[in-house]
């Protein structure tokens, strides 16, 4: 067993970054210093009392000379920095430079410092979800085709990092597949997305489609937590290495527009009394998409189209049915959310509130 005194969170400005580094000073309050490595300067926000000093890393997981200062003397490491995109056209390089070549590069400089002991990798759910089945109680093994994923470009970029993730062996290792994520500090989630969309349109939010879709949605901080409580069990046991969890909580399991309408009550904001059926919709914006990408190999127009989600998306959120066996997280890694439901809204409500769409 190795002392953690010292730990990495790289992606640590991001929504989750600043709540893993708040629930690390909850409960790893021996920690010498938490290191935030982000191309994003990090500023507390979040409420709470800080005693561990930080330190932060300007960069990104591309550039060997920061990775290389910014883990010297580190024990610990959340690989949470990521590119992570559901647009029509996404930039597949890019997701290959950042989520494959810089997981890759990263993993390599941990074992040069050669003080790294635990490897905590932010995976995502996109890798086990379809576009032609329901993603119903699904457990953590096996894989999906290719052909049938909703997000292809970003899932196999995550893919291929969880590989380089399993294959390392000079350390612990363990994926954590995060989904949807709601609370304060959000800015690009599919709750801010549908409290933009209201604005546009006077406060009200279009229903689309027969309102019976279900996607597991979890609190911010239930996810923070568990990272913590996934690294304390490593900590505990050195045998403990090549796992992969997901990392859910108690969000009710329900249709999209009923999870959405306290977020938007909380601005005076309310759903459509009518609702638009899915198909009609989403089969000629599948039709759109195509002529699109055909466009696109002539002409680049992503700066133009930069901001339209893709098929998948609607596919995705307004029609497939999506949520997860929490088993293992709950025995195995031997964690139960901190905050109830009731607790993760009336934490977040007031942010929704007043956060600028």
């Known amino acids: 067993m190795h002392q953690i005194e010292n730990v990495l969170i790289t992606g640590g400005s991001s929504f989750l970054g600043h709540h893993l580094v708040k629930h690390l000073e909850l409960f790893l309050p021996n920690l010498k210093s938490i290191r935030i490595l982000d191309d994003a300067k990090f500023v507390k926000t979040l409420d709470y009392e800080s005693?561990?000093?930080?330190?932060?890393?300007?960069?990104?997981?591309?550039?060997?000379e920061v990775l290389t200062e910014a883990l010297f003397g580190v024990q610990a490491v959340f690989h949470l920095y990521e590119y992570k995109s559901?647009?029509?056209?996404?930039?597949?390089?890019?997701?290959?430079?950042?989520?494959?070549?810089?997981?890759?590069?990263?993993?390599?400089?941990?074992?040069?410092v050669g003080t790294v002991k635990y490897?905590?990798?932010?995976?995502a759910i996109e890798v086990m979800i379809s576009r032609k089945i329901h993603t119903v109680h699904h457990p953590e093994q096996g894989r999906l085709p290719f052909d049938t994923f909703a997000f292809p470009e970003y899932a196999e970029s995550k893919l291929a990092a969880e590989d380089l993730v399993l294959a390392e062996n000079d350390f612990q290792t363990f994926i954590v597949r995060i989904g949807p994520m709601y609370g304060e500090l959000d800015t690009d989630s599919?709750?801010?997305?549908?409290?933009r969309q209201a604005k546009k349109f006077n406060g009200v939010m279009q229903v689309v489609g027969d309102r019976e879709n279900v996607f597991q949605h979890t609190y911010v901080g239930?996810?923070?937590?568990?990272?913590?409580?996934?690294?304390?069990?490593?900590?505990?046991?050195?045998?403990?290495?090549?796992?992969?969890?997901?990392?859910?909580?108690?969000?009710?399991?329900l249709e999209m527009f009923k999870n959405i309408e306290p977020f938007l009550n909380a601005r005076n904001y309310h759903l459509s009394k009518s609702s638009v059926p899915f198909y009609p919709v989403y089969l000629p914006y599948c039709a759109l998409e195509m002529i699109v990408k055909l466009v696109n190999k002539v002409?680049?127009?992503?700066?133009?189209?930069?901001?339209?989600?893709?098929?998948?998306?609607?596919?995705?959120?307004?029609?497939?049915?999506?949520?997860?066996?929490?088993?293992?997280?709950?025995?195995?890694?031997?964690?139960?959310?901190?905050?109830?439901?009731?607790?993760?809204?009336?934490?977040?409500?007031?942010?929704?509130?007043?956060?600028?769409l």
């Not at 490897?119 to 995976?123: I, R």
């Not at 599919?190 to 409290?195: C, D, E, S």
């Open 51 to 64: 005693k561990i000093p930080r330190e932060y890393f300007e960069g990104t997981v591309l550039s060997p």
């Open 86 to 112: 559901h647009a029509m056209i996404p930039d597949k390089e890019k997701f290959n430079k950042i989520n494959v070549e810089g997981t890759k590069l990263l993993l390599e400089i941990c074992k040069m």
């Open 119 to 123: 490897f905590v990798f932010g995976s």
């Open 190 to 195: 599919w709750v801010m997305g549908r409290l």
């Open 222 to 253: 239930n996810v923070a937590y568990g990272l913590v409580c996934v690294l304390q069990k490593m900590f505990g046991d050195s045998s403990i290495t090549k796992e992969i969890t997901f990392l859910l909580d108690d969000t009710p399991l």
């Open 299 to 356: 002409v680049d127009v992503r700066p133009f189209v930069d901001r339209w989600p893709s098929s998948g998306y609607f596919f995705t959120y307004f029609y497939n049915w999506i949520f997860f066996k929490r088993v293992k997280c709950r025995i195995f890694v031997q964690y139960k959310p901190l905050y109830s439901f009731k607790q993760a809204v009336d934490a977040c409500l007031p942010y929704y509130a007043n956060v600028e």
